[in-house]
């Protein structure tokens, strides 16, 4: 006897439950093949369709879902998130709306109305969303996470690590949630290195410490005269991405004779980037949809010697992969200069300047002073013609940030109303998502008698425009405590030259680094008074200005900063000790 369509649906259902999306799926179809016009067949095969990461597909079918069943709030809502996920995003933004007509307060709607509406960097209005998510389910771990990191883009530092605190207090073995935590304490001027180490550490204690019994001693392989050292890259961010950007000169030029490359990506969708990444090593190898457990596996039977973070406690980050030490040597760098506390985290990397009279014991690994530089720059796109300061014809002095908004501390506004009161009728031109922190900051100037028309806002600009801009500063001001690091490259290799305060933390001290490279220790602060007293001095010699704007950029040129290949020998030269280090010692 032929079974019937709601019989069908109960086992298909049964299958999606389980896990069995494949099974599920060809169920789907047989329903639709009987009754070629249920909405409801539609939306479940697209589910399922998308479950298998067929997603294109399932935009298809839930479309169709839609089409059948317009007044189906739940249909809407998971268009929504298909749509989000094929970068949609004002898409995904008309179908959480739709699905919130139908039906008022639906939780999940509004959590993918806030996850769309942040991506399209409407922060404020994603913040609302998820508040509004989260008074419906109050629970709802994914709202508090992404309302945490939507607080921290616009530099709500408190706001931000009382998120992280609220998914904790209910769930502390949540590792996601206290990376976020740890990552946001960076941006805190209260925090100190001393602070951070402490969460680090517990981190560790709470998170990868369970996972030592797991971890398997290493067998020695021969030195490497007898084979080229195997050196594995891990990030989700090997895209249109900061991180992927600045791997790009190290990977085009290391010597693929003595190292073989390979590249292990949560990245997900590809891009341009992504591409370029992949054409120069020897293999790649999406670990997205693995578990740490799965992923440490692949990479043991890789054989890999010598095992790269490129994430720290950035989101998306895989420190409890290297919690299963999978390679015989870990090190961490790139994402921020900073500690992972891991640890199974043998090395960090460094350079003479960025932790020069710091503590390193407030770093859990060891530390690695690459001899010249951390830093390895390469620009984002063609570059424009420098230009000469804009204050020669404007008559006034343009200071600018461009770096993100979150680093931009009380304490580095407070310094910079103070500047631009030295400097009459200077203006400010900073980076900033569009939203009411706009008007707040500049109700800010304006109660220390700056007027509003002297700041200026852009908010994220492609490559092109975005580095134009820097044809319209004569000055860049580094934030703090986080500073700059690729920014500032970006502002010197247009001839901007930049003023910096040296930090109490690593993540402070990019810009004292980068400056260093270049022989120019006069814009480096000590205090802040010492910050205001150079940019001062700076804004009031134009001669000086355009001598440093006619010169900045082949200084950067000429510079470590640049030097990819050298860089790649550094590099490479530190892999080499840390295994020759490895194999004659006697750990696991």
Known sequence: MSQTTDEILDAARDHHLAGRFSEAADLYRKILELAPEDGEAFFLLGLALFQLGHVAEAADKVRRAVSLDPAVAEYHCDMARILFTLNDFPGAIAASRKALELQPNFPEALFNLGNALCRTRLFEDGIDAYQHALIQRPDARDAANNLGMALLELGRIDGAIACFDQILASNPSDAAARSNRIYAMHFNPSSTAAKIREELVDWNQQHARPLNATIIPHIRRPKLDSH??????????????????NLLPLLAEHDRKRFHIICYSSAGRADAITRELQSH???????????????????????IDILVDLSLHTGGNRLLLFARKPAPIQLTYLAYPGSTGLEAMDYRFSDPFLDFGQDLSDHTERTIRLPRTYWCYRPGGPTP?????PALSAGIITFGSLNAFQKISGPTLDVWRQLM???????????APVGKHRGQLIQGFETS???DDRIEFVDRLPWSQYIQTYQRIDIALDPFPYGGGITTCDALSMGVPIITLRGKTTVGRGGSSILQNLNLPEFIAESPQQYISAATALANDLALLSKL??????????????DAVQFARDIEAAFVKMWDQWTNSTAV
């Open 228 to 245: 080229p050292l195997r050196i594995g890259y891990v990030s989700p961010d090997f895209r249109e991405h900061v991180v992927g950007w």
């Open 281 to 303: 090593v020897a293999a790649w190898r999406d670990i997205s949809a693995l578990s740490d457990q799965q992923a440490a596996k692949i990479i043991r039977e890789d054989q």
């Open 385 to 389: 013609a420098v230009v000469p300061p």
């Open 421 to 431: 009161q030295s400097v009459p009728r200077s203006r400010l031109l900073l980076h």
């Open 449 to 451: 008698g700056i007027a």
């Open 549 to 562: 704007r006619s010169c900045l950029r082949e200084r950067m040129l000429d510079s470590p900063l640049t």
